[in-house]
């Protein structure tokens, strides 16, 4: 018996043993590594035309676009986070600045229905100039105070030291010189002047007394009618700046953490005496409406301050609340 015929190995079976294997080979290979690059970075056709197109155009939209910021930064660790939730303003505090976000919408949809849309550059009238002839126009001699009739071309007023006025001004008087050309001052007097416009003639009289309580029939005037005043407490109470300083999350009616400690040393130092509450909006504008929304704040603030004195056990009887537009935070103090 003969020798077996050899098996074919697995490069000759793919590639025959005649000039085009490497040629196969390499075709091959290319494919391959064009596969792996495109499993890496894929681009569809939308993006492959886009990219095409921008290289075409060269400069620096053909260029690489840079990568984000922090794309080589480790991921960060999900555990440095806050755990718990951040302190939120109490239901009351959010709808105030809800029905203040609403008032605001409102007021600037009514304002926009007022006042229409904004006027054109064919609204606008042109600016009212010199007529042919060297003649004004009609607004320009209302402002002059020129008659309308009459020489149009009328020359301009002079003032009182012979200079003309330019054209469209008012006539004002010149003002008053000495000889040296200085201007001169009013005079200054310490006295008032006798005349009816700085001391009126017909000033009320004012009366010695208070006048008498009226009488009514059928109703009796209670006992301390006829006194001066009544009777004031003996203590003193303490001024919006006396006490510790609460201070609260910004624009919220939450204490910063930490602020209960203060909180403490004010019950402990009590004893049986009053705590004056002075809570304080943070108002931004003088207006009448800046300082009611600064006051409903400020009512928060002393209301989450009075809830924190209850539960410490001071009587509610023994807490007097203020509320101030202005000013930062709150303010704790006990009446000496």
């Not at 020798?3 to 074919?8: F, G, I, N, R």
């Not at 590639?15 to 494919?31: H, K, M, Q």
């Not at 005043?229 to 109470?237: I, T």
């Amino acid at each position: 018996m003969g020798k077996p015929a050899p098996s074919p190995s697995p490069g000759r079976f793919f590639f025959p043993s005649f000039g085009f294997a490497p040629v196969i080979r390499g075709a091959l290979l290319a494919l391959t590594v064009t596969g792996a690059a495109g499993c890496a970075h894929h681009q569809d056709t939308v993006d492959t035309v886009t990219d095409w197109y921008h290289s075409y155009q060269g400069g620096v939209i053909g260029q690489q676009r840079p990568p984000p910021p922090g794309a080589h930064q480790p991921y960060p660790k999900i555990g440095l986070g806050p755990h718990t939730a951040p302190e939120l303003p109490s239901p009351d505090l959010r709808e105030d600045i809800t029905a203040d976000l609403e008032a605001q919408h409102e007021l600037s949809q009514r304002q926009d229905a007022i006042m229409g849309a904004m006027p054109s550059v064919a609204d606008i009238p042109p600016v009212p100039g010199r007529t042919g002839h060297g003649a004004q126009s009609a607004s320009l001699r209302a402002a002059d105070g020129a008659p309308s009739g009459g020489n149009a071309t009328a020359s301009p007023a002079t003032t009182g030291s012979g200079t003309r006025n330019p054209p469209g001004m008012t006539h004002q008087a010149a003002p008053v010189r000495d000889s040296r050309g200085q201007l001169v001052m009013p005079e200054v007097t310490t006295t008032v002047p006798d005349h009816p416009e700085a001391i009126p003639a017909n000033l009320p009289q004012m009366a010695d007394a208070p006048p008498a309580l009226p009488a009514i029939a059928g109703i009796d005037l209670p006992d301390n009618a006829q006194r001066d005043g009544m009777d004031l407490p003996s203590y003193n109470l303490a001024t919006p700046d006396d006490g510790e300083e609460i201070r609260f999350l910004p624009g919220s009616d939450q204490i910063e953490p930490g602020e209960e400690d203060v909180v403490n040393t004010i019950v402990n130092g009590r004893g049986n005496r009053f705590v004056i509450v002075n809570g304080y909006g943070n108002a931004a504008t003088a207006t009448a409406e800046g300082q009611a929304t600064a006051l409903d704040l400020a009512l928060l603030r002393t209301r989450t301050l009075t809830r924190l004195l209850v539960a410490r056990g001071v009587p509610a009887t023994r807490i007097a609340v203020r509320a101030h537009a202005f000013g930062n935070g709150a303010r704790l103090a006990i009446v000496r």
